[in-house]
């Protein structure tokens, strides 16, 4: 290992960076984060660089390198495009026991400046030792991506606590233990979720329990439930909280429209049941869904219930948290990208379009009940676009109930199958003839229905997987007119 890793605090040191352009202004903005005081030597600066100078954040000597320039600080970057120039600043360094770091020279180099990924005071430092400063990014990404954005939050609420848990836990693995707890228990889920006071009070609960004991004690296990939304099958569409909510949980209650691909993306060790539907109704009952969350969380375990699309439209969330409330356990949502906005987007189809449609309306039709219970009137009416979930079971119903109220039989609309997913297909008809070219490809489901004159995109703004499947009659039509 030739370079140690090494923190260092800059805070009022100086650090001189010799060169103004746009390489001395990226170096500029990341040791700037650490409070140190910046002399920048170049004739000329970058237009960000000087407005930096002309608000007192960096001092400028303009003119050019003179190795008295570094006498006073800790760290000294070279980073012009002339390299006699960065030699010059390199030697005046060594001479003087400055670490330097010159950019893209690393022979020249005492230091190097990691890839950062920053949860204050929690800050991740990487590096290939020069090698590859471009895998070092990429790296950062990766890391970026599963830390937590509330880790300094947690450190932080920690820290805090340090001394008092010190008093209380004098035994080192007891107080390794009670920071676990801390951490990945229901205590850190508050601070997580913003809520400091609440997590203080179960601080001082554990604490003051271990105090009236005498001895170590079982912190109580706390169990809570998050429902992720999941998306509509890309598992690049899983947002990063959603991620991060996977790989922490112990049990994962999914529905069946969830993609193996999604799944994949949990811990290996965490228990996956399956509680979604089949075959037109359900496998699981909510009331046992319910009996099942309130089972694992009571027991100590970090439950996700991992919905299709977006759990809290037209994916039951509502109830389940209902549920939770009155059970008493903790939960929180993790919103996933719905169905309606990946299948038109992954099929080509604006909801909106200032020529088209100025407002979009989410249905959902997926029994008879619902369908009567649908304002036919308002939905017929204008050209909004209508996104209608699950409507595959009542689409005879549905065109003619769109139709008999107003809505022209040459509307556009598209079905969406498998939105997102590799094996997805779009069928492009009319209110008239949908329902024979869905009776003809076998659609099934999970599909979308999209109607309004936006669907008709879907053939000029295809993008991802096969191109649509078409109406034969509405596309000679089509060209007939133009």
Request: a positive charge; aromatic letters at 4%.
């Amino acid at each position: 290992m030739r370079y140690f890793p090494l923190f260092v605090d800059l805070r009022d040191r100086l650090v001189v960076i010799v060169g103004g352009g746009p390489v001395a202004e990226r170096k500029f903005e990341l040791i700037a984060t650490s409070g140190a005081r910046l002399r920048l030597v170049a004739p000329t600066l970058t237009a960000r660089l000087a407005a930096a100078r002309d608000a007192g954040r960096l001092q400028h000597l303009a003119r050019g390198f003179a190795p008295a320039d570094l006498d006073g600080s800790r760290l000294a970057v070279a980073a012009t495009d002339e390299p006699a120039v960065n030699r010059a600043v390199a030697s005046a360094a060594e001479a003087r026991g400055i670490l330097v770091n010159v950019v893209d020279d690393l022979e020249s180099s005492a230091a190097i400046l990691p890839a950062i990924v920053d949860r204050s005071p929690v800050v991740v430092a990487i590096s290939t030792q020069g090698s590859s400063p471009a895998l070092a990014r990429r790296l950062r990404t990766q890391v970026e991506a599963v830390v937590d954005g509330s880790l300094g939050r947690i450190a932080s609420f920690a820290s805090a606590w340090r001394e008092r848990i010190k008093a209380a836990i004098g035994d080192l693995a007891e107080r390794r233990r009670f920071y676990d707890w801390l951490v990945d228990g229901p205590a850190g889920d508050l601070v997580r979720k913003g809520r400091l006071p609440a997590a203080a009070r179960l601080v001082a609960t554990a604490l003051e329990r271990r105090s009236a004991a005498g001895a170590a004690s079982e912190e109580p296990r706390g169990g809570s439930v998050t429902l992720v939304g999941a998306g509509p099958g890309d598992p690049g569409l899983v947002t990063l909280a959603g991620l991060r909510a996977l790989q922490a949980a112990d049990v994962i209650l999914y529905d069946r429209l969830v993609s193996a691909e999604v799944l994949a993306l949990a811990r290996r060790e965490a228990q996956l049941i399956e509680v979604g539907k089949s075959g037109g109704g359900h496998s699981v009952a909510q009331a046992r869904i319910h009996e099942l969350l309130s089972e694992h969380a009571h027991a100590g375990r970090r439950v996700v219930r991992l919905k299709g699309g977006d759990p809290m439209i037209f994916g039951r969330g509502g109830e389940e948290l209902e549920h939770l409330q009155l059970a008493g356990i903790p939960f929180a949502v993790v919103p996933g990208v719905t169905a309606a906005l990946a299948c038109a987007a992954y099929a080509g189809i604006p909801l909106t379009h200032r020529e088209h449609s100025g407002s979009v309306r989410f249905v959902t039709a997926h029994c008879r009940e619902s369908v009567d219970a649908t304002d036919w009137s308002t939905l017929a009416a204008g050209r909004e676009t209508l996104a209608v979930y699950m409507g595959l079971a009542t689409l005879p119903l549905l065109c003619r109930e769109l139709v008999r109220h107003g809505r022209s039989p040459a509307t556009p609309v598209a079905f969406v199958e498998n939105g997102s997913r590799p094996e997805q297909r779009v069928l492009l008809a009319t209110l008239a003839s949908i329902e024979s070219l869905v009776a003809r490809h076998a659609l099934r489901s999970p599909a979308l229905l999209i109607v309004g004159e936006v669907a008709a995109l879907a053939e000029p703004l295809h993008w991802f997987g096969a191109p649509p499947l078409t109406d034969a009659d509405r596309v000679a039509g089509a060209r007939s007119a133009a």
